[in-house]
């Protein structure tokens, strides 16, 4: 279903039945340089304006050239929840858990929802919720969700 | 400056279904009784009828409705996306289309079985990439949840507790309890029980998130002239806007300069600088509240109070009959019925009628909002 043809992805989930992303052609490099550990951000490469989600052209100076710039990994806790039932099955099993959104230190804008996780393929709920706290240091870390799919996960600088 | 809208065009009827978590009937049976009910509350025949507007998500297209209800031939029709974000958009819509000559009678409504049917996060299959792909996956899967964090940081940077989340809550409870058309007509609600309910998506509760509800809403948008030879009083459409702000990203919409400063603001830019009247002479609101935290969202975006002081305006009765600025005075999408706000737009209607179950007296301006969060819309109404 994507314009790529890179993963159908329709219902695509993990082996404990979590989603996988489904990404499209501007999405894809993010996922790509994920799969090599790398934390990468699409940033013009006219005006240098990084910019998240990816798309197709600059929205400072409509440069349609853009390159991905690999960043530190390390952020901030934004926000956060703690999702309760009812969910899909596969996080219901995981409920509650945690969801946050980190804005990247090196890019104070761009801002990542993920999990926040005890290690990069532990549970969604391997963080006591009552741990978490807004401006709290994180920092990436990178799990296979499915063949060829690697997630940005969390894990606190100072656990 | 060319042609204006306001107050060129006029609402002349409304009409709805019962409430309920379960109704029998199809929603394209439940669009066309709502629909015909509102023909009949303006005294207009369905044969006039040659302009329709819907939003999605919508399933009941026009062409269905039409030839069901009788319609003549229809020469405007328009379907608003971003679901909740459409509903003021409808009616605004058909007003330009009326001012300009493009058609007489126009049908806005909205009808839904989301209290039997589905919940739409629950679809896995139609799980778009953009932006699902960054936020589905991580089990960001609810709109409870996606609004939830921007709710946790908005109590994080301006002192909001949920003590302002129930002030909300139960302001809509307490007008529901006053409409005996109100899925919570007979259900009040008490601090203890929202301090104690389960949650949902932390910081939100069950109490913070809006009904589950089958039914159907319409009303009918006329040129005032007409509207004044109408069955009931005109109730005129002063002012209308769309607002999709710079950058916005919809209900994640977590990466702008400021996710707070959500379409609330720009649709306010446009709705008063075409009014002839501001916030602070607005005699009754009603704001769309599929969520607790969009109502101090959205008095901030609209002008009621400055930036952050929001949850503060709920306090003291604020929000209640008598209060400051009474609120979704027929129970809201939290306690009457959630059919992504339609119900907002024909309470507003009964109150500059001066027939609303929870009557603000001598209610002569209303500000009526679509959903914040998403791509909005909003009208201001007038008597």
Partial sequence: ?159 | MGATLKDATAIAGIGQTPFAKRLPESEKALACRAILAALDDAGIAPSEVDAFASYTMEETDEVEVAKAIGAGDVTFFSKVGYGGGGSCATVAHLAAAIATGQASVGVAWRSRKRGSGPRPWTNTRAQLPTPAQWTRPYGLLRPADEIGLLARRYMHEYGATRDHFFNVALACRNRANQNPAAMMYERPLTREMYMTARWISEPLCLFDNCLETDGALACVIVSAERARDCRRPPVYIHSVAQGLPAQHHGMVNYWNDDPLTGPAWTAARQLWKTADFGAQDVDVAQIYDAFTPLIPLSLEGYGFCTRGEGAAFTEGGALEIGGRLPLNTGGGGLSEAYVHGFNLITEGVRQLRGTSTAQVPDAATCLVTAGEGVPTSALLLRS
């Avoid at chain 1, 159908?8 to 990404?23: A, I, K, Q, R, Y």
């Fill in chain 1, 1 to 159: 279903m994507t314009q790529s043809g890179i993963r159908d992805g329709s219902g695509d989930t993990e082996e404990h039945g979590l989603l996988v992303p489904v990404f499209d052609d501007d999405g894809a490099p993010f996922f790509a340089y994920a799969a090599r550990g790398e934390l990468r951000v699409q940033t013009c490469a006219g005006c240098a304006e990084p910019r998240f989600p990816p798309r197709p052209c600059c929205p400072h100076c409509q440069s349609f050239e853009s390159e991905w710039i690999r960043t530190s990994g390390r952020g901030r806790i934004w926000s956060y929840v703690v999702p309760h039932p009812p969910l899909l099955p596969a996080y219901a099993a995981q409920a509650p858990y945690n969801v946050i959104l980190v804005e990247l230190v090196d890019a104070p804008r761009i801002r990542l929802v993920g999990n926040l996780v005890a290690a990069a393929d532990a549970a969604l709920d391997s963080v006591d919720p009552a741990r978490i706290r807004i401006n709290a240091p994180v920092r990436a870390v990178f799990h296979q969700a499915a063949d060829g799919v690697v997630v940005v996960r969390w894990v606190l600088e100072r656990p």
